[in-house]
């Protein structure tokens, strides 16, 4: 595993170096593989609302699949022809290979019958290339800071990317489990869900996202005031990059914490399934869109919406860059309860946390919150 990171980390990135081919190659290769392990395993692998799709699109996707799986093919074999250092071209071959024996775009369950539990395997890949393919060429273009795709501590965030979408389902269940409850305790509020509900959509919308907004604000507030709760939150200030994969390097326990707070206005109230899926998508992409890596003049609306210059300086690693700007969607929040900071066209100098003190590597980070630093460093985020 260390010669392939250290390839995909090689300084030997030049066009006609064999690097491009190598990492394309081996980026598709896995998609690959991963993709005839959710046809030999669906029960398992891939999210129980999504098979109906997948059923009726089969041909598409089998089709789609063969591509891959030869695109990948000659990408390999142009790697090894002009690489020095084969080992990309090589793994991507074996992949390759062994989704072949698989059956590759042939394919088929080897699992009879159906599970109640399930990992996301597709959830990621699609995950991956939706927002790869509309955040990194954006990056490319309005890029804030030439970094590479391949950034600073990469690896670590992209496995961060992978988890919470892999577990979906866990994630899912503990983060509604409380507004589910809420919800069986209260059924007396029925009339009053029904007429939330009745309200014009895209009024229901503004009042999810402003509802919403106001109870993560207090949320990620208390996360940074309280020591114990900003060690689990310090792994999220521990990135010192930032761009569209950023915003994936959160603990599991703050995922879970933070998502079961600021999903009860969204179901407890009762709003209608479309305001709300349709919210679910907007902030799924809004949270992506903060961390990038984009400079966009904004002008007066960087004031309206959140923008990635408001939230970048949340993440500052400057004095000035502490306990700023905890909203997700409005400043205006901020604005109000007096923790707004936007300083003319300034951005901050780094990211991070200062001295670093949370440790690298995901395991590590997972049992920070837990283990007491030997070395007394203050855990409180007002004194880092």
């Known amino acids: ?127 991956l290339i939706l927002l790869g393919a509309i955040f990194i060429p954006i990056e490319r273009l309005l890029k804030k800071v030439d970094q590479p795709i391949l950034r600073y501590e990469w690896r670590e965030d992209l496995f961060y990317f992978f988890v919470s979408t892999l577990f979906v389902q866990t994630l899912t269940y503990l983060s509604l489990n409380p507004s589910l409850t809420v919800l069986a305790a209260t059924e007396w509020a029925s009339g009053i869900r029904s007429a939330i509900a009745s309200q014009p959509l895209w009024l229901q919308f503004l009042e999810i996202m402003f509802l919403t907004d106001l109870v993560q604000y207090w949320v990620h507030r208390v996360f940074h005031q309280i020591p114990w709760l ?42 209608a399934e479309g305001p709300l899926y349709a919210y679910i998508f907007f902030v799924y992409l809004l949270s992506v869109f903060i961390h990038s890596n984009i400079r966009i003049p904004f002008g007066w609306m960087r004031y309206i919406i959140a923008t990635p210059r408001f939230h970048h300086w949340h993440h500052g690693v400057e004095k000035e860059a502490i306990d700023v700007n905890f909203a997700i969607h409005f400043p205006v929040i901020d604005m109000v309860f007096g923790t707004f900071h936007l300083p003319g066209n300034r951005w901050p100098d780094g990211y991070g946390i200062h001295g670093h003190p949370v440790p690298k590597g995901f395991w590590r980070q997972f049992l920070y919150p837990f283990v007491r630093d030997k070395t007394n460093v203050d855990e409180t985020n007002a004194e880092e």
């Open 230 to 271: 900003w060690r689990f939150h310090a792994v999220h200030h521990s990135a010192q990059a930032m761009d569209w994969l950023a915003g994936s390097r959160m603990h599991i326990a703050e995922v879970i914490l933070l998502r079961a707070f600021t999903t009860l206005p969204m179901y407890v109230m009762g709003f």
């Open 1 to 127: 595993m260390k010669r392939i990171t250290d390839e995909l980390d090689s300084p030997k990135k030049q066009f006609g170096t064999g690097w491009i081919s190598g990492t394309l190659g081996l980026f598709l290769a896995v998609l690959g593989f991963a993709t005839v392990l959710c046809f030999c395993f669906p029960q398992i692998l891939t999210v129980d609302q999504a098979r109906d799709f997948y059923a009726n699109n089969i041909g598409w996707i089998r089709i789609l699949l063969h591509v891959v799986l030869i695109a990948a093919f000659l990408l390999g074999i142009t790697n090894v022809i002009l690489r020095d250092q084969k080992t990309l071209g090589f793994v991507t071959l074996l992949l390759v290979l062994s989704a072949s024996l698989m059956g590759g775009s042939k394919a088929s369950s080897v699992l009879d019958g159906s599970s109640d539990l399930y990992l996301g395997l597709d959830f990621f890949m699609l995950n």
